[in-house]
């Protein structure tokens, strides 16, 4: 099977039904997506599959051929080094033991994929799969908004470069 990882093709020859957790950290040696508890409860394993955050604990590699696996690693900004997300992350001090935080991220920039503006109800929606035994909750909020708001301003500057 080939699996897209990163927009980098995979050949992998496993069962079907091999969860994509231990292709993306045992074969391909990602280990920023995390285990956790195993079955798909807490998030710390969270990926996206075509820009969905999924848990890859729970999901075998046949659901996931054909299409595009974005974990921790490959969403960082090719320009600036890292995702808004990420520089969110650090400034809002989001982390405390950080085990569970790229879970976080993936579920966060899946929500600010398809919402650049959410509310605190949206936020609380995206993210109420994701556990933090740390409990930073609201850093985690925080660090949401402060990287939607940077995505909204960095494509307003944009849009008024190119136009």
Not at 54 to 78: V, Y
Not at 128 to 144: A, D, E, H, P, V
Request: with cysteine.
């Amino acid at each position: 099977m080939k699996l897209n990882i990163n927009n980098t093709i995979h050949d992998v020859d496993l069962d079907p039904a091999t969860p994509l957790l231990w292709v993306i950290r045992e074969q391909v040696g990602l280990t920023g997506t995390k285990f956790g508890c195993g079955i798909g409860q807490c998030g710390a394993c969270t990926v996206q599959l075509d820009g969905l955050a999924i848990r890859s604990c729970l999901t075998p590699i046949q659901a996931a051929t054909d299409k595009e696996i974005t974990t921790i690693e490959g969403i960082s900004d090719q320009d600036s080094g890292l995702h808004a997300l990420q520089k969110a992350w650090i400034e809002e001090q989001v982390p405390q033991c950080g085990y569970c935080q790229s879970g976080q991220i993936l579920s966060a920039h899946s929500l600010l994929t398809q919402n650049t503006s959410p509310t605190d109800e949206d936020i609380d929606q995206a993210m109420s799969g994701n556990i933090c035994r740390c409990g930073t909750y609201s850093r985690i909020k925080s660090g949401i908004k402060l990287a939607a708001e940077e995505l909204r301003n960095t494509a307003t500057t944009k849009i008024l470069n190119n136009g």
